[in-house]
Structures are given as C-alpha cells and as structure tokens.
C-alpha cells in the first residue's frame, strides 16, 4: 500500500522526533522471563515490538469500517503487498522467498500481481525505443 496525505500528516506526530528505535510498540514492558531479541527493543523505553497476533488485532481494530471488527485491513494481505512492491523493484524469487519465509516459489508467486506500467517495463526490453508494444 502506498501512504496517503492523510498518513504523511499523521506520522511527524507518532515519531515525535525521535531518531532511533521501534515506532509500534507495546504498551508494556516484556516480563522477567522473556526473552526479546535486543533489535526488537525500542533503545529509549525498553518497550518491544508487537507480536503479529497483537499487530493484526490492532490494525484491524484501527481500520475497520464503522467500528465493525474484521472489516478492517488484513494484515497478512498487507505484508504480502510488499513482495509485491519488492518484486516491482526488481528482486528475484529466491530473495522474495527468503524475505516471506515461503519454502515453495508457487506460495510466493500467489502474491505477486505486477502493475500494468511493470508489464510494460519488462515487456520493453525485448523492442527498446518501440512503444508500440
């Protein structure tokens, strides 16, 4: 997905200035027994990133239309829309396996729908000059 005017507005106000760390985090920090890899606490509060069962209920709880739970976005949907941009970019299948953790090239090129201007970029290359194509 691609931010709108309406995010660029709104994220000044959540990194508050800040220069280093996690942006989402926990409202609490991870108990005694817990162990977090140290990239995934914020420097500064000591507060850690959400779980992705945590993140998905958030997201959805934040975008949901007329408050309905499950209307919202769908995280999954979500983090597969950057294989797509990925792919767009030019990163090659392995790379894009590697970054989704699929094991099966045919899950990850579920996910990857090319934009109409990709296509035509690609296609090009077989006539460059030609724009008929």
Known sequence: ??????TARLLPRLIKGRTRGRVFVTHRKPG??????????CPDTGLVRPSYG????????HTAIGGV???G??????RHSGLTHLGEAGASLPMLMAKSR????????RYFHPSAEAIAE???LLAPGDARR
């Open 102 to 109: 699929h094991k099966k090239p045919e899950n990850v090129r």
């Open 69 to 71: 739970p499950g209307t």
């Open 32 to 41: 005694p027994g817990k162990v977090i890899a140290p990239r995934d606490v």
């Open 1 to 6: 997905m691609i931010a709108g005017a309406g």
């Open 122 to 124: 690609v296609t090009s």
């Open 54 to 61: 945590q993140a998905r209920a958030l997201l959805d709880a």
């Open 73 to 78: 976005w769908d995280l999954h949907e979500y």
